[in-house]
């Protein structure tokens, strides 16, 4: 957007200009770095954690609501970090072909991801994920 065209010519309204610049591209905004860092807030945010400390191992509980045990994905980044992720998508209803539409949608539906810091002395070859619950 440039503020000149509304009269605005001072260099003080560049800067703004600048600072404000919004991509007029949707893919641009999509593919924006700090955008990625949003959602990735968002996403840890959402996803309650319990951890329990054993004499000998960690037990990290990571509620996912209506992720498939398989869709879940655990690694481990730069050495110490456990990234526990998955995706949860909205089910395609089959009643919206017959003019059934949702009426409120409430179940959190995107992406899920927790980062935790592992102790120095982890050993993260022995890391293994189980599914519990239903």
């Known amino acids: 957007m440039d503020l000149r065209n509304f009269g605005f010519d001072s260099p003080l309204f560049t800067i703004l200009e600048d600072m404000l610049d919004i991509p007029e591209e949707q893919e641009k905004s999509r ?24 004499p000998t191992s960690y037990v990290f509980i990571v509620d996912m609501p209506g ?29 919206e072909k017959e003019g059934v539409k949702y009426v409120r949608m409430e179940r959190r539906v995107g992406k899920f991801m927790r980062k935790f810091q592992l102790p120095e002395n ?10 519990m619950g239903f």
């Open 67 to 95: 992720i498939s045990h398989s869709e879940i994905k655990v690694q481990v980044e730069n050495d110490n970090v456990l990234v526990v992720s998955g995706e949860r998508k909205r089910e395609k209803d089959k009643d």
């Open 122 to 131: 982890a050993n993260t070859n022995k890391i293994s994920a189980v599914k």
């Open 31 to 54: 593919n924006n770095p700090s955008r990625a860092y949003v959602q990735d807030a968002k996403a840890m945010a959402a996803t309650p954690a319990d951890v329990m400390e054993y």
